[in-house]
């Protein structure tokens, strides 16, 4: 993976996880799709701190409504994870959260990203 290989980390394929057609807007990734399975591992302590989650962008992680997605985030980063946005190579971590700028941007990606997919099931 490029971004591995950019930032001197070695791809760990033992877990890939992928939510392909499983609907981040209705949360049904986070309760039984991958996302969810590694919500669990991370509770039951199995995920070290300091593991990576690759995420195509922020807004992909999930399209719940804004209370929900940020807790979601807030939940993964305070585990341990660091989550890392393809995208833009962004990394958000527990201490990239304390930034106020940082914080107050994933919140705002998190929200588009839910009143994106709220604006396409409103046209369909």
């Known amino acids: 993976m490029e971004w ?3 930032n001197g ?3 760990d394929t033992s877990l890939v996880l992928e939510d392909k057609g499983v609907s981040g807007y ?3 990734n986070s309760k039984k799709g991958a996302l969810g399975a590694l919500l669990d591992l991370c509770e ?5 701190p300091g593991t990576i989650l690759l995420v195509e962008a922020f807004d ?3 399209r719940l ?3 929900d997605a940020t807790s979601l985030m807030l939940n993964l980063v ?3 994870l660091t989550i890392v946005t393809l995208t833009d190579g962004q ?4 201490n990239r959260l304390t930034d106020l700028p940082a914080f107050l941007m994933s919140i705002l990606t998190l929200y588009r990203g839910h009143q994106e997919s709220e604006l396409k099931s409103v046209r369909l």
């Open 44 to 48: 039951a302590g199995k995920i070290e």
């Open 65 to 67: 409504p804004l209370p």
């Open 4 to 6: 591995c290989e950019k």
């Open 91 to 94: 990394q958000w971590d527990k």
């Open 9 to 11: 980390h070695e791809l």
């Open 26 to 28: 209705t949360g049904a």
């Open 60 to 62: 992909r992680l999930t």
């Open 78 to 80: 305070r585990d341990g």
